[in-house]
């Protein structure tokens, strides 16, 4: 079965310091990938996909940027963290050619203070 | 640009009570999904509905998706706690790697 990993779960970072968030998935190949952010427990806002190794899409402008060094995953970065940042960020898998469902992993709380 | 919106927005109900939330659009979808959320944790897959006119029962919930695939419902019988959270809906179309997700209806049922 698939499951999917983000870390870490929480996390508290003062302005301007650098961000890595991870994400990775596990008994599947070759998946579509999603970064989202969440504010205040509502919808969901699409910050980056990637459908392959190397390949970033960017929905948002914004001092976020993604990664995907290997197939199962996907890194989420900033090099100087605004008070903005802050939010539940998750990650979700989507199988390659097979179906139109998303699955999302636990998330991250991101605490800029 | 597509958007899915969600009714109601909030709805604290008595347990054993019935309800209806509502995901509507403009926009035609190949498919819709329905996921609950609680706090601190992430979205959890209840059903993917592909069919205009499909309807999907899980347990107390039945979920339906609009003859024109533009909508779709989610009604629960005989609520009960463990119904509470956050349940929001998530549109896609076929050829895209996008999902447009609505605003989320958060629902509390008291015991």
């Known amino acids: 079965s698939q499951t999917i990993h983000q870390w870490p779960a929480t996390l508290v970072q003062p302005v301007g310091s650098p961000l890595s968030l991870e994400c990775t998935v596990e008994?599947?190949?070759?998946?579509?990938l999603y970064w989202y952010r969440q504010a205040a427990g509502r919808g969901l806002q699409l910050l980056f996909y990637?459908?392959?190794?190397?390949?970033i899409s960017s929905e948002v402008p914004q001092n976020l940027s993604a990664s995907r060094p290997q197939d199962r995953q996907f890194i989420l970065s900033s090099k100087k963290l605004l008070l903005s940042d802050s939010g539940f960020y998750l990650c979700?898998?989507?199988?390659?050619?097979?179906?139109?469902?998303?699955?999302f992993g636990p998330g991250t709380r991101l605490t800029v203070l | 640009t597509q958007l899915l919106e969600q009714s109601p927005q909030f709805l604290s109900i008595q347990e054993g009570e019935n309800l209806t939330v509502y995901c509507n659009s403009s926009s035609v979808f190949s498919s819709l999904q329905w996921y609950r959320q609680e706090p601190g944790e992430g979205p959890v897959l209840l059903v993917t509905?592909?069919?205009?006119?499909e309807v999907k029962k899980l347990k107390r919930l039945t979920f339906q998706f609009g003859d024109a695939r533009k909508d779709s419902s989610l009604h629960i019988t005989a609520a009960q706690p463990g119904d509470t959270g956050l349940y929001l809906c998530a549109g896609h179309t076929s050829g895209t790697y996008k999902y447009i997700f609505g605003t989320g209806t958060r629902l509390k049922v008291l015991a």
């Open positions: 979700a898998w989507r199988p390659r050619g097979r179906g139109d469902t998303q699955y």
């Open positions: 509905v592909v069919t205009g006119g």
């Open positions: 990637s459908v392959g190794i190397g390949q």
């Open positions: 008994g599947t190949s070759n998946p579509n």
